[in-house]
């Protein structure tokens, strides 16, 4: 069974993470996952591509030239009569759109997936609505949460669930990236939030906890690892807030399971999300958790057992929670929780959760499942 995901290669994101780390798990099944990188000239990263040769998952990299480049289509199709898949996926708009144009004339089934919102600006909200009226017209929707599937059942039925999984780690044995050694002269307890610098992850909640956690005496210092359109913003509020010599920006990093060795506590102070591959993640590395209560967090926390529970935009719940959580580091019945959360959203039965679906929409397999 072939299957092509068309993935933005121009940077290592959560959803790409997630759809190469199960490639492993589908070829003991059968499944021949390879990746077509949509990528505009000069945004090119190596990160994406090494990561797949890595996990000895096939890759092209296919010019994008902007939201008028009529050849797009042409040039992916081309990819795709050479391999011949079976499946083809689709994560975000831009290959959403491909394969809207190519899919009437084709063979092969589109399973479009939809990872969630963000509202940094009108343009991003003008393009996810877009998205979800292209994704009418797939074979399967999958989302990866049920709040995710309700939003979508207003305008598409029959949305399939399939959750994340615990991504696969960055390569240990390359050199260790030059951020690590100044995060860990950090004094502990140290605080982490990885992700996308827009204003649906709540980064800006997190800089008012930590300023109302330092009112109150409680020893921390934070990391902040991500890039996006509010990153300007936050950086003239942390140093209004006085915390320039507690917080460190540190940009976008891909390889955050390092980074998960250097923390104490991660936070997610979201205002929104599905299911974050940083949970995952983080639950794996046995790292502590406080999180907003929204999208299948909730679910995932097992309501506050695996980690801390807070309601969102509220810096002071999150203070709150960040100081239970900071006072409860050594909890042995919470440190169980995070192991058997990190067992349960394990890759391979993502992976059997994909080969039905694919059964499902007709697609000939003649492997078993792996337990």
């Known amino acids: 069974m072939r299957v092509v995901a068309l993935v933005p290669g121009d940077r290592f994101s959560g ?4 759809v190469a780390s199960t490639g492993p798990e589908l070829a003991t099944r059968g499944v021949d996952l390879r990746f077509a990188l949509l990528c505009r000239p000069g945004d090119r990263t190596d990160q994406l591509p090494a ?35 079976h499946v083809v996926e689709t994560h975000g708009y831009k290959a959403t759109a491909v394969a809207l144009t190519l899919h009437r004339r084709a063979t092969w089934r589109w399973v479009g997936y939809f990872h969630g919102f963000t509202s940094e600006s009108v ?3 003008f393009y996810h609505r877009l998205d979800q009226r292209m994704l009418r017209h797939a074979d399967a929707v999958v989302a990866v949460s049920d709040e995710q599937r309700r939003i979508l059942a207003r305008r598409i039925p029959g949305v399939r669930v399939i959750p994340n999984a615990v991504t696969l780690g960055q390569d240990r044995s390359a050199a260790p990236p030059a951020w690590l050694a100044a995060v860990e ?7 982490g939030v990885v992700g996308r610098l827009s204003p649906e ?24 690892a991500g890039q996006g359109p509010a990153q300007a913003r936050l950086e003239r509020l942390c140093g209004d807030l006085g915390l320039a010599d507690r917080i460190r920006f ?10 998960y060795g250097a923390l104490d506590v991660l936070v997610i102070p979201s205002r929104s999300e599905g299911l974050p591959s940083v949970l995952l993640e983080a639950l794996a590395a046995d790292v502590a958790v406080v999180s907003t209560r929204v999208g299948s967090i909730p679910d995932v926390l097992r309501d506050g057992a ?32 995070r192991a058997e959360v990190a067992r349960a959203y ?3 039965s993502r992976a059997n959760a994909l080969l039905s679906l694919y059964r499902d929409l007709g697609v000939p397999s003649h492997r078993v499942d792996a337990d």
Not at 57 to 85: F, K, M, Q, S
Not at 185 to 191: F, K, T, V
Not at 250 to 259: A, K, N
Not at 309 to 332: C, E, H, K, Q
Request: overall charge positive; aromatic content about 4%.
């Open 250 to 259: 540190i940009g976008y990093q891909s390889d955050v399971q390092r980074l």
């Open 185 to 191: 002269a950090m004094p502990r307890p140290r605080l």
């Open 51 to 85: 990561f797949l040769t890595r996990l000895g998952l096939g890759c092209e990299i296919v010019t994008d030239r902007g939201p008028l480049d009529l050849g797009l289509p042409r040039r992916v199709r081309t990819v795709l009569e050479a391999w011949r898949p």
């Open 123 to 125: 343009r991003a909200a």
């Open 306 to 337: 695996a980690g801390v529970l807070v309601p969102p935009d509220s810096p002071d719940a999150l203070a709150d929670g960040i100081a239970a959580a900071l006072a409860g580091l050594d909890s042995a019945e919470t440190a169980r929780a």
């Open 201 to 224: 992850k709540g980064v800006d909640v997190f800089l008012q906890a930590s300023h109302r956690l330092a009112e109150r005496g409680i020893a921390h210092t934070g990391i902040i």
């Open 346 to 348: 394990s890759q391979a």
């Open 15 to 18: 959803p790409a993470g997630q």
